[in-house]
């Protein structure tokens, strides 16, 4: 990609990330150093989950911190869009993604 990645911006809860054919770059997950934080992103370019396809799920445990990924320089196809689901109390993610 010769372009940098779009970032949805820090996320508290559930969200549309984008509506549109994409290609996802990394995935950041915050716990609140207590509870555990479950983030899961979807193919899905509304709030619809199911029988959408998990590109990426991270259940982070809450002395963890955090986790990041990177999916390289390609990134994950995602053909509908990216929708995140966000739980666990003081959970928050952060998606980069490259827009189509």
Same mark, same amino acid.
């Given at each position: 990609?010769?372009?940098?990645?779009?970032?949805?911006?820090?996320?508290?809860?559930?969200?549309?990330?984008?509506?549109?054919?994409?290609?996802?770059?990394?995935?950041?997950?915050?716990? %609140?150093?207590?509870?555990? &934080?479950?983030?899961?992103? =979807?193919?899905?370019?509304?709030? @619809?989950?199911?029988?959408?396809? *998990?590109?990426?799920?991270?259940?982070?445990?809450?002395?963890?911190?955090?986790?990041?990924?990177?999916?390289? %320089?390609?990134?994950?196809? &995602?053909?509908?869009?990216? =929708?995140?689901?966000?739980?666990? @109390?003081?959970?928050?993610?952060? *998606?980069?993604?490259?827009?189509?």
């Amino acid at each position: 990609m010769d372009s940098p990645a779009t970032s949805s911006g820090l996320k508290t809860s559930s969200a549309v990330i984008y509506d549109k054919s994409c290609r996802l770059q990394s995935v950041q997950v915050n716990t %609140d150093g207590t509870n555990a &934080a479950t983030v899961i992103v =979807y193919d899905s370019e509304d709030t @619809t989950t199911s029988g959408r396809l *998990v590109l990426a799920k991270f259940i982070v445990p809450g002395a963890q911190g955090g986790d990041f990924r990177h999916f390289n %320089d390609i990134g994950i196809y &995602a053909n509908r869009g990216l =929708y995140c689901t966000i739980s666990g @109390t003081g959970a928050e993610a952060i *998606v980069a993604y490259f827009p189509s």
